[in-house]
């Protein structure tokens, strides 16, 4: 399909950027990679009347370290993520999870921000960003704020983010392996390169032989992503070694779908979600804490 007539601009600046999403309002979209926003023009399911393409501002690519914090600047790719030998040490839940996304032409082209913005339930890194305890930065006429990942994703494909306000970067808590730290993400699909059925995102640290703190977010059990924090809680202490702690970790795993409202549809019912919400978040935990 055609996607319906719009203006477009190409700002050079945040504030640039800013000033034509002040102006334009609820009527504006933004472009970065592309890769969200392309396929909801052509199916005609979004009617900007502008788009505004910040995929040349300079300083919104990149990653680099704040003491034990890495800082990911919006429009970095999805392949520049997985590559990035920072992440790969520091946030290696992040990596691994990135690299599932689709296939390598749209890892080329889509952007950690433009993927956390986009707020698809069913998308792989907003439930990561949770998992991580990840803080989101934007840019508005009123300066800078930030917005823990927690209260950044409100409902279906909104966000926190303003109307008026552009998203730059993404600060990750560092969750090095020297620090006990271990991470898995398991999503079960169709079929290969589509969206995840339920994904689950583990990040385990463990100490003097026990779980010593989980976070657990799911991908696709509602309308945003979410924390399986009864399964968090239960985690506590189990140890993380042999067959007791490999049942421990199950009978935690069984409390994954608490407070979920996944969605029915004709192949796919709510139970099944949940039944598969139990199980991967079963096996991510194991691999995350070494256990498998």
């Known amino acids: 399909m055609i996607p319906p007539a719009f203006a477009y601009a190409r700002p050079s600046s945040v504030e640039e950027a800013v000033r034509l999403l002040a102006g ?23 009617f900007p009347e502008l788009v505004v393409d910040v995929g040349r501002i300079p300083g919104l690519r990149g990653v680099r370290e704040e003491g034990g914090t890495l800082v990911i600047g919006a429009l970095t790719t999805h392949h520049a993520v997985v590559a990035d030998p920072l992440v790969r040490r520091h946030a290696g839940l992040l990596a691994a999870a990135t690299a599932t996304v689709a296939d390598p032409a749209v890892r080329h082209r889509g952007t950690l921000g433009g993927s956390l913005a986009h707020a698809d339930p069913a998308g792989d890194l907003p439930a990561v960003a949770l998992a991580l305890d990840a ?21 279906y494909l909104q966000t926190a983010l303003r109307p008026d306000e552009l998203l730059v970067e993404v600060r990750v808590p560092k969750t090095d392996e020297a620090d006990g730290w271990g ?31 989980a976070r657990i977010g799911l991908t696709n059990m509602g309308t945003t992503p979410l924390r399986a924090t009864a399964t968090e809680e239960a985690l506590a202490g189990v140890g993380a070694a042999g067959p007791a702690g490999a049942d421990g970790v199950a009978r935690a795993a069984q409390s994954a779908a608490e407070g979920t409202r996944p969605a029915a549809e004709p192949a796919v019912s709510a139970a099944y979600r949940a039944h598969l919400a139990r199980t991967l978040t079963r096996r991510a935990v194991l691999a995350a804490a070494r256990m498998g």
Do not use: C, N
């Open 183 to 213: 991470f898995h993400y398991e999503k079960f699909s169709r079929v290969a390169q589509a969206w995840a059925m339920v994904g689950v995102a583990a990040l385990v640290r463990r100490d003097d032989g026990h779980i010593a703190q």
């Open 24 to 46: 334009a309002g609820e009527d504006a979209k933004v472009l970065a990679g592309g890769q969200s926003l392309l396929p909801l023009l052509r199916l005609r399911l979004a």
């Open 135 to 155: 803080e989101l930065v934007a840019v508005g006429p009123d300066g800078r704020r930030t917005v823990p990942a927690r209260e950044f994703f409100v409902d």
